[in-house]
């Protein structure tokens, strides 16, 4: 059944009034958020280049991905429908989850802050790592420990997205002001020197009306490889089509 589409009434009113309204459950709010994050914030189309870019670098299906601040799972989802099913994916929100696992019912899933470090998970466990739309959330303290958890769990030549969302700039300013994470990509990348994480391939780009959505979709490399892309000093631009 086609999902009713949000009007940009509801979407005003959502942001400044249901969301911080106590008279919505928690789980209401998420179920709202999963449409509003297809239908304005184009989360699929985000969900498809991660998906397609993913097919590209790595040779089979069976890789073990981590996914953190998963929210509803929209982006769990178009990656689980393209065969890949070793996907461990948390969130701090259990209502997230909750619309998460209607979708996805036998992949691991873990409520767990992303500021804080994987205490069960192994060294060396994942060939990907990624979280989306989730950078503010971070403190600065934690952005650190995501990073270093990064290296510490991903394999040796193992792969970190981090989609630099630009809108996240203000956000994080009006949310944390000078207790901010990083929010720039170039910021980012000198954190991730620091633990010998490389950007090797960057794309900007993007999936919304007016360029409104534009996304510096950074990839990162743990260990000293050469064999995925060659790094190029100027980033490719993308329009991110709509998904049929
Ligand atoms: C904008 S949503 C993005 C969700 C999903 N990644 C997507 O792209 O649709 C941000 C997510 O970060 C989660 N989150 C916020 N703070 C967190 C934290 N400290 N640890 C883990 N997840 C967190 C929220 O619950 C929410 O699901």
């Not at 982006?75 to 909750?98: C, F, H, P």
């Not at 743990?222 to 490719?236: A, T, W």
């Amino acid at each position: 059944m086609k999902e009713k589409k949000i009007s940009w009434w509801a979407l005003f009113k959502w942001a400044f009034v249901d969301n911080n309204d106590n008279s919505y459950t928690s789980e209401e709010k998420s179920r709202f958020y999963d449409r509003l994050a297809k239908q304005y914030f184009h989360r699929d189309r985000l969900a498809k280049f991660i998906s397609d870019y993913t097919d590209n670098i790595f040779s089979n299906k069976d890789i073990k991905i981590c996914e953190r601040a998963g929210g509803s799972g929209i982006i769990t989802k178009i990656l689980y429908n393209n065969g890949y099913k070793n996907i461990r994916v948390s969130d701090l929100s259990e209502s997230q989850l909750i619309v998460l696992k209607e979708k996805l019912t036998d992949i691991e899933i873990v409520v767990e802050d992303f500021n804080q470090i994987m205490s069960e998970v192994k060294d060396n466990s994942f060939d990907l790592i990624f979280q989306t739309g989730a950078t503010r959330f971070m403190t600065k303290e934690g952005q650190i420990t995501y990073i270093k958890e990064a290296a510490r769990t991903l394999k040796d030549g193992g792969l970190l997205y981090w989609p630099v969302m630009w809108v996240e700039v203000p956000l994080a300013l009006l949310k944390k002001g000078f207790k901010s994470p990083k929010t720039l990509s170039i910021s980012i990348r000198k954190l991730l020197k620091k633990e010998n994480l490389k950007v090797i391939d960057k794309s900007i780009l993007i999936h919304g009306k007016l360029g409104l959505l534009t996304t510096t979709f950074l990839i990162i490399q743990k260990g000293n490889h050469q064999n995925i892309k060659p790094s190029s000093p100027l980033p490719s631009f993308q329009f991110l089509k709509a998904i049929q």
